[in-house]
DNA sequence: GTGAAAGCGCTAACAT
DNA sequence: ATGTTAGCGCTTTCAC
């Protein structure tokens, strides 16, 4: 354990100031001379920069926070992978948090992250808006994935404007009306739900199917609107329902599903742990796939091909979104970045039939 | 965006020191009196203690590092869970690292954090123990899990007697003898191999296999020692292939086994990775599992269960080989913690049948 | 083009 | 018990 060289002691050996080393180690301006001698110095002594007093120099710690529901969920991994993929490429360190889809915990990992001047986010959020508003007042730059916090309960409108306005922003078709209190939106990288689910959606009507059901989770509001407005008016409220997020309560959730509802024929799950439960559940129940209830599960996942029949999907890129959230938070330099949605890809494998 | 309090506001207001200040939050000796007023202030004007500056003081940044070879496999996605969860517990960060299973991307990494003066590691190795010097020398905590570091080709010492030892540590019979001028092993954490292997060939031979094949991947050495061991002497080389890590190159592996061998009647995938190879490339080939070829599986993954028919599988806690690994990595204050091995469970479910 | 010097926020001697 | 002070390694004015 041998101490590492610092700035001085380079430029000590190389004969000049610590600020030329500075300047010369971060692109500045020097004399060819003095640069190359830094530089052959620097390598000789197996000089490296320490973070340490550049961060508590600039007040901020490099890199990025990232925050996500769970790593198990086989899509968060993707996305994860994503934004390591474009750290990586930058050199930045990539600070990590599993929220468990709880605000509290999400709560205080921000905290955690606040306290290490971290002050750029990736977040898949969990939490209310409430919950970021000590991130974003903090002056984090703050880029949300996958889904946006939603609107602390206490808000003034009501959540049929809010579903609408999402699927405006969604196709891009206007920006929601910023009530003038509301802080601006912050920047996001989504998948297209609407489509992706409006096309699941067809797909089943096409091959007959009547009585669908949406299976969702928590942050999946962007998907059961537009599931509702694929199905079209009087949706069957007892084929809507909803887990908290555990894998139990996903499984609860579809066997209640199945066994409250015989007469459905299809199910859309709004997440690959839910369409996991959807045929754990189906399976208990002896209903076969796609024979007895066609299934579409959001998410595409390697092991989607390996259920039997292989599962049909709406996929989403996850690595991509990661990877573009990582760019956008990086790249905006204070300015506020531009959000980004991604098309999502219905994938037509074996699980759905048509309606008998 | 405001200004966050430092501790010589709180100090100030506090009509003290800033040492005093320091002491009480850090639990420090103080008055009952200056305590309760210091913290009073402190709360007031929502002081939080800025990691920057105690961390260039300490020369060394909090938290752990966290190295993996790739979040999609479900196995590293549940400990990289048990990392967080106990690193949440402690409220120290974690800063993640993907390595893709590349030496040369985890020896970037390492140096990544070596510059963040990041001084407690937990990794799931990819290089070799050359790889590893740097850490080392630099004087980082680090605990190995899942394997250890490959000893570099030029190791004095040959491959069959590694294994031995390797099997031999695991056991607890012995410790390797460590060559003088072999640096001693550091901690480690992991599942108990041999075990593991031992008992699910042993489980298929009980169902009148013979023809078994290991279908491996990098960082199973010590997972095919134990399948050459359990079954017996000499071992049919043609029926112990192996990916190089990614899912393409296991499809491939797995393909080209089933191809080349139809004579066999069973087979072990030393990781989900590779399981999932194996149930694609039967698939494909038309083999029936079980009737045609049996499967187990090393690692016990919520999809398992979703396979027609479910996966046996020989099941690790990843949870809690992430979570014993960040204890160690946290408590060995100096001192070398003493290794982990957990032990392996055979889940029986419908993967397997009787030779026929 | 280059160097000297002033901190960033904190902790740990040391002094009182 | 508490205050004063000296840095930790770096970047960044500001003179020269």
Not at 182 to 191: I, K
Not at 216 to 225: E, M, N, S
Not at 239 to 260: I, N
Not at 301 to 307: H, N, S, T
Request: charge should be negative; charged fraction near 25%; include cysteine.
């Amino acid at each position: 354990m041998e101490k590492r060289a610092t700035i001085k002691d380079v430029a000590e050996a190389a004969g000049v100031g610590v600020a030329t080393v500075s300047r010369v180690l971060s692109g500045g301006s020097a004399s060819p001379r003095t640069r190359e001698r830094v530089l052959a110095v620097a390598a000789q002594l197996d000089y490296r920069p320490s973070a340490l007093g550049r961060n508590l120099r600039q007040r901020r710690t490099g890199g990025m926070g990232l925050l996500v529901p769970d790593l198990t969920d086989t899509f968060y991994a993707q996305f994860a992978e994503g934004v390591l993929a474009c750290a990586r490429s930058a050199g930045e360190p990539v600070v990590l948090g599993s929220t468990g889809g709880d605000p509290e915990q999400e709560a205080e990992l921000i905290g955690m992250l606040l306290e290490q001047s971290v002050d750029r986010l990736i977040a898949v959020p969990s939490g209310d808006e409430d919950t970021w508003a000590p991130a974003v007042r903090a002056g984090m730059t703050v880029v949300f994935a996958d889904r946006l916090p939603a609107r602390p309960f206490s808000e003034d409108d009501d959540p049929a404007a809010t579903a609408v306005n999402d699927l405006m922003l969604l196709d891009g078709l206007a920006a929601p009306p910023p009530a003038a209190h509301r802080p601006p939106e912050l920047p996001s990288v989504l998948a297209d739900d609407r489509a992706g689910i409006r096309t699941a959606v067809r797909y089943l009507r096409g091959l007959g199917h009547r009585r669908i059901a949406f299976l969702g989770g928590p942050g999946h509001d962007r998907r059961v609107a537009a599931f509702r407005e694929a199905v079209g008016a009087p949706v069957d409220e007892e084929l809507v329902v909803f887990g908290t997020g555990s894998r139990d309560s996903a499984y609860a959730a579809a066997s209640g599903l199945f066994q409250s509802r015989p007469d459905l024929s299809a199910v859309v799950a709004g997440g690959n742990v839910l369409g996991e439960a959807a045929v754990l559940a189906a399976r208990e129940l002896d209903l076969r796939v796609p024979r007895d209830v066609s299934l579409v599960m959001y998410d595409d996942v390697p092991w989607a091909e390996l259920c039997s029949p292989p599962l049909t999907v709406i996929a989403q890129p996850g690595r991509d979104m990661g990877y573009r959230a990582a760019e956008l938070v990086l790249r905006s330099g204070g300015r506020r970045a531009r959000s980004v949605v991604l098309p999502t890809e219905l994938i037509i494998r074996g699980s759905c039939g048509p309606h008998r």
